[in-house]
């Protein structure tokens, strides 16, 4: 059996990014956009379009952190199509606790 490995030399830096109700894209600095499902990341989803929208870059444009929503997504992780691997029960604890503080 073998496997695919996808290494990636140099990784694209993160110029722009833009969320809707149901896609978050970015566009990268060699001129790709990369969109996936904003239900890849249900913090986000979760999100109030305000939260969504208060965001900064973090490792000179390789992701885009949401302090709020205590939420970190890499370039290279929107590249490979790899969504949240944040468990249930740390999502769930999560919505317990912003459900507490609203």
């Known amino acids: 059996m073998t496997s695919l490995?996808?290494?990636l030399l140099e990784i694209?830096?993160?110029?722009k990014v833009t969320i809707t109700d149901d896609t978050l894209?970015?566009?990268l600095s060699d001129g790709r956009t990369i969109s996936v499902p904003l239900v890849w990341y249900?913090?986000?989803?979760d999100a109030s379009v305000k939260e969504?929208?208060?965001w900064h870059f973090i490792a000179d444009g390789e992701g885009i952190h949401w302090t709020q929503l205590d939420e970190d997504i890499r370039?290279?992780?929107?590249?490979l199509g790899q969504p949240s691997e944040e468990s249930q029960k740390?999502?769930?604890r999560w919505?317990?606790?912003r459900a507490a503080t609203v």
Do not use: G, H, T
Request: charged share 25%.
């Open 5 to 7: 490995m996808i290494e």
């Open 12 to 15: 694209p830096k993160i110029q």
């Open 25 to 27: 894209s970015a566009d």
């Open 42 to 45: 249900p913090r986000l989803l």
């Open 52 to 54: 969504r929208n208060n």
């Open 75 to 79: 370039i290279k992780n929107l590249i």
């Open 90 to 92: 740390s999502l769930q």
């Open 95 to 97: 919505l317990n606790e």
